[in-house]
């Protein structure tokens, strides 16, 4: 027998999904015009005639940027730093948060350690000691100098460490009893067990790596050193015609400043499209099961 919903539930569904429905669109209208704007004509994204459809539909200014060395150098520096930061960054936070998840018998520095942690959430040295340090190290102008100075993050070593924390006990003695050690039971239990929470700190880090662009422009001395959000942070605030022959007439017919730089975003937006469908099924329930410790 199939009860009916109350007409107050009812109406509030409606509009709790009418108002999702419209933010979702929202969100993703910029997307969309983006899109759109990249495969237009130049002359049409110059008069303001795109909207969310092309006009003048060509490929031109994807073409473009294709055979543009210093886009594809730039997109490959971000490729390097996106495996290597999130490699680097996901091997420390497992090694930092299981340490950390134990009890105070078991650890006996662990309370120590995790307020030592915290307290760099709360206070920072600042940009220029920062920035020093990298330099002293010998770090400028390499891939090093963006992978290190991030690679592990308290709010993701919190996350994991709260999700082994409420992982059974049970497991860990009993592999114990088996005669396994610290790092048998870490990489074979925990390990396995954790991968929604994984996945979690994982998508975090590897958005922060594709997206972050103020610390290739910091420390890249050389334009051709930087990573490809730094890359585009510099043509979007100037034109970016420099990229376009100006003896190439017909090349210049079909695109612009405007549809070359909107088909070099799309370009650098569409590993994170492609990657987050994949990792959005552990995403929910990493952060749910990895915030709240009873």
Same mark, same amino acid.
């Given at each position: 027998?199939?009860?009916?919903?109350?007409? *107050?539930?009812?109406?509030?569904?409606?509009?709790?999904?009418?108002? /999702?429905?419209?933010?979702?669109?929202?969100?993703?209208?910029?997307?969309?015009?983006?899109?759109?704007?990249?495969?237009?004509?130049?002359?049409? %994204?110059?008069?303001?005639?795109?909207?969310?459809?092309?006009?003048?539909?060509?490929? %031109?200014?994807?073409?473009?940027?294709?055979?543009?060395?210093?886009?594809?150098?730039?997109?490959?520096?971000?490729?390097?730093?996106?495996? /290597?930061?999130?490699?680097?960054?996901?091997?420390?936070?497992?090694?930092?948060?299981?340490?950390?998840?134990?009890?105070?018998? %078991?650890?006996?520095?662990?309370?120590?350690? $995790?307020?030592?942690?915290?307290?760099?959430?709360?206070?920072?040295?600042?940009?220029?000691?920062?920035?020093?340090?990298?330099?002293?190290? *010998? /770090?400028?102008?390499? =891939?090093?100098?963006?992978?290190?100075?991030?690679?592990?993050?308290?709010?993701?070593?919190?996350? /994991?460490?709260?999700?082994?924390? +409420?992982?059974?006990?049970?497991?860990?003695?009993?592999?114990?009893?088996?005669?396994?050690?610290?790092?048998?039971?870490?990489?074979?239990?925990?390990?396995?067990?954790?991968?929604?929470?994984?996945?979690?700190? +994982?998508?975090?880090?590897?958005?922060?790596?594709?997206?972050?662009?103020?610390?290739?422009?910091?420390?890249?001395?050389?334009?051709?050193?930087?990573?490809?959000? $730094?890359?585009?942070? $510099?043509?979007?605030?100037?034109?970016?015609?420099?990229?376009?022959?100006?003896?190439?007439?017909?090349?210049?017919?079909?695109?612009?400043?405007?549809?070359?730089?909107?088909?070099?975003?799309?370009? %650098?937006?569409?590993?994170?499209?492609? =990657?987050?469908?994949?990792?959005?099924?552990?995403? =929910?329930?990493?952060?749910?099961? *990895?915030?709240?410790?009873?």
């Amino acid at each position: 027998m199939t009860s009916r919903l109350p007409t *107050g539930r009812r109406l509030f569904l409606i509009l709790n999904y009418t108002f /999702l429905t419209t933010l979702s669109f929202l969100c993703i209208l910029p997307l969309i015009h983006i899109l759109a704007l990249s495969f237009s004509s130049g002359a049409a %994204a110059a008069a303001g005639e795109v909207s969310l459809w092309p006009v003048d539909f060509n490929t %031109a200014a994807y073409e473009n940027i294709m055979n543009k060395q210093e886009y594809l150098t730039a997109f490959w520096i971000s490729v390097k730093r996106l495996v /290597l930061g999130t490699s680097i960054s996901l091997f420390l936070t497992i090694i930092t948060a299981y340490p950390l998840s134990k009890e105070p018998r %078991a650890f006996q520095w662990r309370t120590w350690y $995790t307020w030592f942690f915290v307290f760099t959430i709360l206070f920072s040295g600042g940009l220029i000691p920062w920035y020093m340090t990298i330099r002293t190290l *010998g /770090l400028m102008d390499t =891939i090093w100098a963006l992978v290190l100075p991030g690679a592990l993050s308290v709010f993701n070593v919190i996350l /994991l460490l709260n999700f082994y924390r +409420g992982l059974p006990k049970e497991l860990d003695e009993s592999a114990r009893m088996d005669g396994a050690g610290h790092f048998r039971v870490l990489w074979s239990i925990y390990v396995p067990l954790s991968m929604p929470a994984l996945a979690t700190v +994982g998508l975090f880090t590897l958005v922060g790596h594709w997206n972050s662009w103020f610390d290739g422009l910091v420390l890249m001395n050389r334009p051709e050193n930087y990573p490809l959000q $730094t890359f585009l942070q $510099t043509i979007v605030i100037m034109r970016d015609m420099r990229f376009i022959s100006s003896e190439d007439v017909e090349l210049l017919r079909k695109i612009s400043d405007r549809t070359s730089t909107a088909a070099q975003i799309f370009v %650098a937006s569409f590993p994170i499209l492609l =990657i987050y469908p994949f990792l959005q099924r552990f995403f =929910i329930k990493g952060i749910v099961m *990895g915030s709240v410790k009873e």
